[in-house]
């Protein structure tokens, strides 16, 4: 997938995350009320997300890369975690952006964040003609 692309499928996915209430992941619009906002909004976050993940998030993989096999791979849910909270960190020095509540529940967000992303990128993967 593109760049852009892959922006606006973390805007869907982080704003499904954000209908779901128990997870206290929450997007706080720079103009409150206006669906536009909101969407410019999520884009940013998204992108925002998409850097983070990009180059944050590889060099944590590669040094964590020996905890990856002694866990089997499951701290990648810790690690992308992270980066979601992260992401809502750097979001934090506006006035508008994510908020994530607590880390284990933006672990939890991350989980879905990536099943959801994981889902498009099947349904948006070129097809091979032969």
């Known amino acids: ?19 779901i ?3 206290g992941v929450s997007v706080i619009a720079f103009e409150p009320g206006e669906t536009l906002q909101l969407v410019l909004t999520l884009l940013l976050v ?6 983070v993940n990009t180059i944050i998030g590889t060099v944590v993989k590669v040094l964590a890369f020996p905890i990856y096999i002694l866990t089997l791979g499951l701290i990648g849910l810790v690690i992308n975690g992270f980066l979601l909270w992260l992401t809502a960190w750097i979001t934090g020095f506006w006035n508008f952006g ?6 284990w ?12 992303n994981w889902i ?8 091979d003609k032969r």
Do not use: Q
């Open 1 to 19: 997938m593109g760049f852009l692309l892959r922006v606006v499928v973390n805007a869907f996915a982080i704003w499904i995350v954000t209908l």
């Open 21 to 23: 209430p128990a997870l």
């Open 46 to 51: 998204a992108a925002v997300f998409a850097v």
């Open 98 to 103: 994510l908020r994530v509540e607590d880390f």
């Open 105 to 116: 529940w933006g672990v939890v967000a991350a989980i879905v964040i990536s099943l959801i």
């Open 120 to 127: 498009a990128g099947i349904i948006l993967r070129p097809s």
